[in-house]
């Protein structure tokens, strides 16, 4: 593939299998060496680098993990390396980490510097819990992270947090260069960007062909096939993206990313508490990636992204040859990994109800860190509550069958009758008979029915709580 980008402060034309990864082109093509290799899973952060793209007049950075992201995709984008972030005085990111001793072999630090600066680039708003949690996708094997926790913590406090949020719709590149956090040749990078090649839609889908779309579950199954190809990059596609409401149903394109769904006010209003869910979703740089089409089409058990929808009772418009046909997300999962989708069929949009907005919606996962990990067992329930009596109920449960699971007998059970105590404990008695985990590396089978039952009842309270606060 050929094209034009913005690599640091310079324009390139490049020409390289689309599919290729991002790092082994910046470091063996470019011999840009201060970007660090180490999984190539996405799990370090030791890759992470910083794509600008224009956003609504306006060039929007966010990080990503350069050993998951194809060359295909810098095409019109500005890549920012660890080089371009040096200037020849340190910026104050990188001198608090200096003055804090949170680098001692070297090895993270390019990518805890990428991503710090990337939360400043990312954020709304200011906050010292989210910045930390920001830096949930770097790991540091030999410094302990207290120290690069205070650098971070330090440099939240030196921002002004008025200016800092009026920043974010009115150029916050310009903020960051007046503070000293970007090297000033930012600024230019908008021009240099408009004189790229303008970027139509790529064609529809072929058969046969490889879809790519955030690529966090591809590049790791399947990695050295799609490093060699032209893979077909769905989030260049604008059919595939966006949030809108459409009579009475949101509708969330397929290739739309986590982070997108985190920033959107329609989305939020539909669930409000998903910006706490979402932390427990892989770190941000692969939120920024990951789409749902990508977490539902791979069909894990314990898909996060599934779950909740299924307890949304979303709804899927399939697209083949132009041809969209409905299916309910509940009856799209067949069995391990097998989908009622045709070869050549995409997933073209979710579709969720909007009067959800009078439901409440609960999301739980346990796994074994809290951050950027996988869960043993995850589960969701939406409820609609009238003087007690529950008229819709929807709930869900990963890790605990081969599919995610849409907790049919339960729902069925608990629907038009009054809530109480008694109801809840035979629901979930229901529900452990629905299931069938299997024991593996996340728990036994013992563990696992037994999370979804304490789940289920902290579903409930929490539920009830808001329910009661509500009316
Ligand atoms: C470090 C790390 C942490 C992770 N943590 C979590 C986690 O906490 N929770 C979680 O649920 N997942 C997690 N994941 C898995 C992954 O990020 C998600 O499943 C993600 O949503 C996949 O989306 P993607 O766009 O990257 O998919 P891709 O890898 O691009 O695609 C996955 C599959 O879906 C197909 N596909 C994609 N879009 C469509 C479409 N519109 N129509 C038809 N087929 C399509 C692709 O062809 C491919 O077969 C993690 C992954 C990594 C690397
Ligand atoms: S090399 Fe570890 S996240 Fe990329
Ligand atoms: S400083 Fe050595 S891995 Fe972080």
């Known amino acids: 593939m ?26 063996d093509d470019l ?40 060359v295909g995709e810098i095409q019109n984008s500005h890549i920012v390396t660890i080089e371009g972030l040096n200037e020849d005085k340190l910026t104050p990111i990188q001198q608090f980490m200096v003055d804090e001793w949170a680098s001692q072999c070297g090895f993270c630090t390019p990518g805890f510097i990428v ?13 010292v819990d989210d910045a930390l949690a920001f830096l949930g996708g770097n790991i540091c094997r030999c410094t302990g992270y207290l120290s690069i926790k205070k650098a971070m913590t330090r440099l939240c406090e030196l921002v002004d947090p008025d200016k800092f949020r009026k920043s974010y719709e009115k150029n916050r590149v310009n903020y960051l260069i007046s503070e000293g956090f970007l090297p000033g040749y930012f600024e230019s990078i908008s021009v240099l960007m408009s004189h790229l090649p303008a970027e139509a839609d790529p064609e529809p889908f072929q058969h046969g062909n490889v879809l790519l779309a955030g690529g966090t579950d591809l590049y790791i199954q399947k990695a050295d096939m799609i490093s060699t190809h032209e893979p077909y990059f769905i989030l ?25 769904m985190q920033e959107s006010d329609l989305f ?43 307890a949304l009772n979303a709804s899927l418009r399939l697209e083949l040859d132009g041809r969209e046909r409905m299916i309910q997300l509940k009856n ?23 009067e959800l907005t009078d439901h409440v919606i609960h999301f739980e996962k346990v796994s074994r860190r809290t951050h950027l990990d996988i869960a043993s067992v995850n589960s969701a329930m939406s409820i609609r509550l009238n003087n007690r009596k529950i008229e819709e109920i929807h709930a869900s449960a990963g890790g605990v069958g081969p599919v995610p699971m849409y907790l049919n007998g339960f729902c069925h059970h608990l629907q ?13 008695q229901i529900a452990l008979n629905e299931i069938n985990p299997i024991s593996d590396v996340r728990g036994s089978k013992t563990y696992k029915c037994l999370l979804l039952e304490q789940q289920l009842r902290i579903h409930f309270s929490v539920l009830a709580a808001q329910i009661n606060k509500i009316s």
């Not at 030791?46 to 992201?69: A, H, P």
Request: charged letters at 25%; a positive charge; aromatic letters at 10%.
């Open 2 to 27: 050929k094209g034009y980008a913005i690599i640091n402060d310079k324009k390139i034309q490049f020409e390289a299998p689309g599919g290729k990864h991002l790092l082994d082109f910046i470091r």
């Open 31 to 70: 011999q840009l060496k201060g970007t660090k290799e180490a999984c190539r899973e996405g799990d370090c952060g030791s890759c992470m680098v910083l794509l600008g793209k224009q956003e609504n007049g306006d060039i929007r950075y966010r990080t990503i993990n350069s050993c998951m992201f194809p």
């Open 115 to 127: 991503s710090m600066t990337g939360y400043f680039l990312q954020a709304k708003t200011l906050d």
């Open 236 to 260: 260049r596609n604008s059919h595939f993206r966006g949030i809108r409401q459409e009579g009475d149903q949101c509708v969330v394109g397929s290739a739309t990313t986590v982070s997108e």
């Open 268 to 310: 939020n209003r539909l669930v409000p508490e998903f910006k706490k869910y979402s932390r427990l979703i892989s770190g941000a740089s692969i939120r920024n990636r990951a789409t749902i089409g990508g977490n539902i089409v791979n069909a894990s058990p314990i898909g996060d992204l599934s779950i909740l929808f299924l």
């Open 332 to 354: 799209f999962f067949l069995g391990y990994k097998k989908l009622d989708l045709y070869p050549g069929e995409l997933v073209k949009e979710l579709l969720i109800p909007m």
């Open 416 to 428: 038009d009758h009054f809530f109480d105590e008694k109801l809840m404990e035979t629901g979930i």
